[in-house]
């Protein structure tokens, strides 16, 4: 399994996949995953976890979502940052109306849903939970 695929994975659940092209967003995210994995290396398993759209088991694995989360904007001091990440989607989308209504869609359903998380790193996997339970049904999870 190619640590490309997990990233992409994690890409389409912080919803930048819709915005850049997959070469971009590769190079982003790579950079970003290098940064979280020497804080919070993941285990093979948190890795084939993501790769199917499933959360990861470690400590490190859900503290790796908060990391790449917060990395990406989209959470900030462990806290869902809806108000930036709907910035981030009208910066990318301007063109794209129909992806620009389901994101945003989906970045308000998570807002309601996600709290500040009880274990450190905890809001992280909520907004994985939350991208997961409600991306697929907007058309935004990309095959495993």
Do not use: W
Not at 35 to 43: N, S
Not at 71 to 95: D, S, W
Not at 108 to 127: L, Q
């Amino acid at each position: 399994m190619s640590r490309q695929a997990i990233l992409l994975v994690l890409a389409a659940c912080a919803a930048l996949s819709v915005a850049i092209t997959e070469e971009e967003m590769h190079a982003i995210i790579h950079g970003l995953a290098t940064q979280c994995e020497e804080v919070y290396p993941i285990t093979e398993e948190d890795a084939e976890l993501l790769h199917k759209h499933e959360a990861p088991k470690s400590p490190n694995g859900v503290c790796f979502l908060t990391c790449m989360f917060e990395k990406l904007g989209i959470m900030e001091n462990g806290a869902f940052n809806a108000a930036h990440a709907k910035a981030i989607v009208q910066k990318y989308t301007a063109e794209q109306p129909d992806i620009q209504s389901k994101m945003g869609e989906l970045l308000d359903i998570c807002e309601g849903e996600v709290g500040s998380g009880d274990e450190k790193c905890g809001a992280g996997m909520e907004v994985f939970t939350c991208f997961k339970n409600h991306a697929e049904r907007l058309g935004f999870m990309p095959d495993a």
